[in-house]
């Protein structure tokens, strides 16, 4: 689904047969300017987006942004102000703050993660863990604040988790069916393989084949072990539960990737607020 499609899909679910309390209020000819007003301090994202719904509502509507995505904002700051017709403005309101809210959300979260590895070489990766159909949004806002794009779907990436690794009845008929099945469809993708313990990790190294691999609910200490085995062959990535206060021990261990899934599913949205000027 393209953004133009979520943008018009979100306006119909919004709007429906129309904005009965605006069309009954406000004059067809009436015209306005509202604020888009800080109420939280954060790191503000979804500031392109809200450009995007209210011209691909009204191509009339003038937008001037006095602040642009990425930026810290404060208390009281004004994001961007909008003028035009009142009607249009009333109709789009609700549907760019709960995309930008939601947005700053994650960029702030994700900011917040960034800082507490500062000074290690690890970067910070989002999941597939996003609201359905807007993924693309979702992972937007995590490049905002400062983290990296994870594979964006199946599609893009092969990574063999513990369920593929029981299902297809071991590591090493996992990963010699993905190179067969890649080789017959004709794809070169990323390989990244999940890990659960050293036993496992072991036969992967004997095994090969692959790019990355993810070491699964492993204490910082092992990590650290795990890491110098896999040093100077594969890439490697910390997941499972990584916290705010756990994160940087994660980071010390050595690792290129940590990955934390609540950057896009547990998520305070940020509080902001259009009003009229």
Known sequence: ???????????KEDIGDGDHTSDACIPASAQG???????EDGIIAGVELAKRIFSHFDKNLKVEVLIKDGS?????DI???VEGSSRSILKTERLVLNFMQRMSGIATKTANYNTLIEGTSAKLLDTRKTTPLLRELEKFAVKIGGGVNHR????????????HIDMAGGIQQAIERVHQHLKSIGKDLK?????RNFEELNEVLSIGGIHRVMLDNFH???????VELIAGKYETEASGGITEQTIRAHALSGVDY?????????IKSLDLSLKAA
């Open 1 to 11: 689904m393209t953004i133009d499609e979520i943008i018009d899909a979100a306006l």
């Open 33 to 39: 300017k509202a604020k888009l007003l800080v109420k």
């Open 72 to 76: 810290n904002i404060k208390v009281g």
């Open 79 to 81: 994001i961007l102000t």
């Open 152 to 163: 964006i779907g199946l599609y893009d990436m092969v990574m063999i988790k513990d369920n």
């Open 191 to 195: 390989i990244e393989i999940e890990v």
């Open 220 to 226: 910082p200490d092992d990590e650290k072990k795990a």
């Open 258 to 266: 940590i990955s934390v899934g609540a950057l896009t599913h547990n």
